[in-house]
């Protein structure tokens, strides 16, 4: 009788409990990003030069469109990135590479390559969202605009 009790009690429970664990894995995603952004900002700024961030399926090179795989945030010595591949030559410096800490997630962001200018501001101008969406309605976003601070999102959100 109990065992049958326990058992209808976390048929109800596990889908809330799934979907908690599934916001969760979504704020870790967010946060990460962040920080990324907030190293990339800080070095650009210690090393008075640009500092890019880019997809990376593969932790050595840029690869564009693969943001939910990672990305890398570097130095761009000669100035040729464009965040596909090749964007990372041998005279560049990666700064970090940053993994994706979470599968089932979709991450896009609105450019291929976002960078930092010596004073801390966005490089890549107007505003770039970073939109991360996993399987349920969970969906979190940040948002750069030309100032090069972010903002988080987390209502709101459309996923395709």
Not at 36 to 65: M, Q, Y
Request: proline residues 2%; contains cysteine.
């Amino acid at each position: 009788m109990s065992i049958g009790i326990l058992g209808v009690l976390l048929a109800l429970a596990l889908p809330g409990f799934q979907d908690v664990i599934e916001s969760s894995n979504t704020n870790r995603q967010a946060k990460n990003f962040w920080v990324s952004l907030n190293l990339a900002r800080s070095e650009a700024i210690k090393r008075g030069i640009d500092v890019s961030i880019c997809a990376s399926d593969d932790a050595t090179d840029c690869d564009a469109g693969t943001w939910s795989e990672g990305w890398i945030v570097f130095v761009d010595n000669n100035g040729d990135a464009d965040g596909d591949t090749g964007s990372i030559d041998p005279g560049d410096i990666v700064i970090r590479v940053f993994e994706t800490l979470g599968a089932g997630s979709t991450h896009t962001f609105t450019v291929d390559l976002f960078s930092y200018d010596n004073l801390g501001f966005s490089a890549t101008g107007g505003v770039q969202t970073f939109l991360i969406c996993p399987a349920t309605n969970n969906a979190r976003s940040i948002e750069t605009g030309a100032s090069g601070r972010g903002r988080r999102l987390d209502t709101g959100l459309v996923c395709s």
